[in-house]
């Protein structure tokens, strides 16, 4: 159980962090092992 | 501070007539104007390793309603299977959560400040808000006479649904069907000493509609439980889902509410970044030319005006509004009775913007 505040974030977020996740996020939806879902002025 | 609610301090305040009242009047400001909802969206992804067509399922919907200063964001976070249980393929949410437990958040914020007001489950709201919206279409879609009910399923809906059509007409006898003689029966004894009238587990499905007033299907069936040709002059009819009802009640029917207007969408993650549409989802168009019950309770549209009419709720979805308004009660009323956990709201709000 965890209540993360903005300080906490920024002691532990990297922009390494950051970049290794996203592109890892990425790799996971071109497989189709992800999903987004879609803003409604999308549809 | 913002409050924090579980499941029984909610019960404990939240009353089926104050969830009828404060939805009607909810439905007027819609009808007005001065409401808005943001349409559901559910999120699904394939979990390959579970069996039964498992997945993850992340679903949303939000409404805004300032006259009581309110607006809530409804979500749930689910793992669901669906095994096929007498004959019938059914839709299961999984007790996956630490403790054996569901999740599913209605979090309250305030339309004058934007703070968090409140952060509830949304397991016994939803039963209420589903059902009283049935029943306030039951109101003025009913026979004033109805005293016969008749419900398929035996389950949280179900029985929400007894209770909230008990509000609205004097119930002599209700009747009830669902696959497995030993729910139904359970349903019948529980139920009946709570709304203080008999209430009869039947073997048939038939049997469910042969001399009822109004029939309500409240299940988690995936293929019809109710067919259109069993309906007779004068009932009233409502469904919690698509598949229960078979769509000849459409021409079946003289008068049909629907409860919204635009589809919502399940998107079936495997493909793309965003999935792909359900097969078989509603499609807007399908809800063309219908009145909405907002209409019809704030007098624009008519309601029941023969006898013998019959008449169809097509509860279609439902909206985030439900959960605004049930919502506020449930924190006014909450605050009042001095029940739930505060915690500082200012771990919920930052010192920029985003």
């Known amino acids: 159980m965890s209540l993360i505040l903005n300080n906490d974030v920024k002691s532990v977020l990297t922009m390494e962090i950051k970049m290794k996740a996203s592109e890892d996020g990425h790799r996971e939806v071109a497989r189709s092992a992800a999903v987004c879902g879609r803003s409604l002025t999308d549809v | 501070m913002t409050l924090i609610l579980n499941n029984d301090e909610v019960q404990r305040v939240l009353t089926m007539d104050a969830c009828l009242e404060i939805l009607e ?21 394939p979990l390959p390793e579970m069996r039964n067509d498992g997945r993850y399922e992340f679903k949303t919907m939000v409404g805004v309603l300032p006259k009581y200063g309110v607006s809530a964001l409804r979500m749930s976070s689910s793992v669901v299977h669906h095994p096929v249980i007498t004959g019938q393929k059914r839709v ?10 569901w999740v599913g958040l ?7 400040n934007g703070a968090p007001l409140a952060f509830m489950p949304d397991g016994y709201l939803q039963r209420c808000r589903v059902a009283a919206s049935s029943a306030i279409a039951a109101k003025y879609l009913a026979r004033d006479d109805a005293s016969v009910l008749g419900i398929f399923g035996s389950g949280w809906q ?25 729910n139904r029966k359970k ?25 009822a007033d109004i029939i309500a299907c409240a299940t988690n069936a995936r293929e019809t439980v109710l067919h259109a040709p069993w309906v007779e002059p004068g009932m009233h009819v409502t469904d919690v889902k698509r598949i229960e009802i078979d769509r000849l009640i459409l021409d079946r029917a003289d008068r049909i509410v629907i409860h919204q207007r635009l589809a919502y969408e399940t998107r079936i993650g495997g493909a793309g970044q965003y999935g792909e549409l359900e097969e078989g ?8 030319g219908y009145p909405l019950l907002e209409e019809m309770v704030a007098g624009k549209v008519a309601g029941r005006e023969k006898r013998d009419e019959i008449t169809y709720f097509w509860n279609n979805a439902g909206l985030g509004l439900q959960f605004a308004a049930v919502g506020y009660v449930i924190y006014k ?7 739930g956990r505060e915690i500082p709201t200012e771990w919920l709000t930052q010192e920029f913007h985003t």
């Open chain 2, 25 to 45: 009047d909810a439905y007027r400001e819609q009808a007005a104007g001065r409401a808005m909802n943001q349409l559901r969206y559910d999120t699904e992804m």
């Open chain 2, 92 to 101: 299961e949410k999984l007790p996956a959560a630490p403790g054996g437990r």
């Open chain 2, 106 to 112: 209605v979090q309250l914020y305030s339309t004058v």
């Open chain 2, 158 to 182: 179900a029985r929400g649904q007894v209770e909230a059509m008990a509000c609205v007409r004097r119930l002599k006898k209700v009747k009830v069907y669902s696959p497995t003689a030993e």
């Open chain 2, 187 to 211: 349903f019948a004894a529980e139920m009946a000493p709570i709304v203080n009238v008999e209430i009869e587990p039947v073997e048939q499905p038939e049997d469910v509609v042969k001399g």
């Open chain 2, 281 to 288: 989802s509603w499609r807007s168009e399908e809800f063309e």
């Open chain 2, 333 to 339: 009323r909450a605050k009042e009775a001095g029940l």
